[in-house]
């Protein structure tokens, strides 16, 4: 069975501009998390969805967003992008929400300059 | 891969060591946990988990225990192997109804030869 699946692996942006980045679950795995990896910050959740729906929020500014297909892939956008926002970002898939097992991705390295 | 790096903790060990890694977590409603292995350059790697409603379970060559007395937990490595050199996390699952884990700092564990 195929892992959880990242796109791209890695992106350079231009400060001001807006990037999507792309997550395919663990065939099956209807909830996906995105979390954030910083070296200051740490691993921080930005947002679950489960069934499409966004289930739960972390502390991102608006600028942040997200999106879940009804085949389980997700998109996360991030706009007007700063300095700050550079970061690894992580997927996370599970077979359902809640207390359950959560498998990472590779992540996507971002770079905003 | 990514970690709170300054103030990383780092243990070191030698090959065939047993290796104790400790977290204290910060919610004592949480009533689930997770070790992750993050190895460079790569995602989080599910290690083993643990409900609430246990002391210890145990895997592969490694062992949870969760005291929630002190809200803390700890991973015991049997055997270490220079394979098993990564920063390894503990997270908790702060919201029982959603995929939300909130993570430690991170130990770096190096093992020598």
């Known amino acids: 069975k195929a892992g959880v699946t990242q796109t791209p692996r890695y992106l350079i942006k231009t400060r001001g501009q807006q990037v999507t980045l792309s997550c395919s679950p663990i065939s099956g795995h209807r909830s996906v998390s995105w979390y954030q990896q910083t070296p200051g910050q740490g691993l921080q959740f930005l947002f679950e969805?489960?069934?499409?729906?966004?289930?739960n929020k972390g502390n991102f500014p608006g600028r942040f967003s997200g999106r879940q297909f009804s085949n389980s892939r997700s998109e996360m956008n991030v706009s007007t992008l700063e300095l700050g926002d550079s970061a690894l970002y992580l997927c996370a898939s599970s077979t359902q929400t809640g207390n359950t097992e959560a498998f990472f991705g590779q992540g996507t390295r971002l770079t905003v300059v | 891969g990514e970690s709170v790096g300054l103030h990383l903790p780092t243990l070191s060990v030698q090959e065939g060591d047993n290796s104790i890694i400790n977290c204290a977590y910060s919610?004592?409603?949480?009533?689930?946990f997770i070790w992750y292995k993050q190895e460079s350059g790569k995602g989080p790697q599910f290690i083993i988990d643990i409900r609430s409603n246990m002391d210890k379970r145990q895997g592969q060559r490694v062992t949870v225990l969760l005291n929630k007395t002190v809200k803390h937990l700890s991973l015991q490595i049997a055997a270490t192997q220079p394979g098993d050199s990564a920063v390894y996390f503990c997270?908790?699952?702060?919201?029982?109804?959603?995929?939300?884990?909130?993570f430690g700092t991170g130990t770096r564990l190096l093992v020598s030869p």
């Open positions: 969805y489960f069934s499409e729906t966004q289930r």
């Open positions: 919610n004592s409603a949480s009533d689930y």
């Open positions: 997270a908790e699952n702060t919201d029982t109804g959603f995929q939300k884990l909130v």
